[in-house]
Nanobody, 118 residues
Framework: QVHLVESGGGSVQAGGSLRLSCAAS?????MAWFRQAPGKERERVAS???????RYEDVVKGRFIVSRSNDKNSLLLQMNSLKPEDTARYYC???????????????WGQGTQVTVSS
């Protein structure tokens, strides 16, 4: 069982930046950030595979940067040029393998709220 704890959420005005962190209880293989806004499905934001391949959803490309510590037990998400539509609860996830669908990820944190005002 991998325990994940997110931190760094908060409220910011449009155009601002926030940095999210996720600490894992042990070394993980694939890690990702997902987000879920009220009334919407959970969607993947960015991920890093075991071989350090990085993927971004199109809506955050060029604005968000995902990175992982060398010991592979923490994940960061630098969010720049934030928009009101980025408002959501952001979740850290870990898994042995990469999947596009959130249903296939085994371990989840409790999430951290990000609110972007216009």
């Amino acid at each position: 069982q991998v325990h994940l704890v997110e931190s760094g959420g908060g409220s910011v005005q449009a155009g601002g930046s926030l940095r999210l962190s996720c600490a894992a209880s042990e070394i993980t293989y694939c890690m990702a950030w997902f987000r879920q806004a009220p009334g919407k499905e959970r969607e993947r934001v960015a991920s890093i595979d075991d071989d350090d391949k990085i993927r971004y959803e199109d809506v955050v490309k060029g604005r968000f940067i995902v990175s992982r510590s060398n010991d592979k037990n923490s994940l960061l998400l630098q969010m720049n040029s934030l928009k009101p539509e980025d408002t959501a609860r952001y979740y850290c996830a870990a898994n042995h393998y990469f999947y596009f669908s959130p249903e296939n990820w085994d371990w989840w944190g409790q999430g951290t709220q990000v609110t972007v005002s216009s």
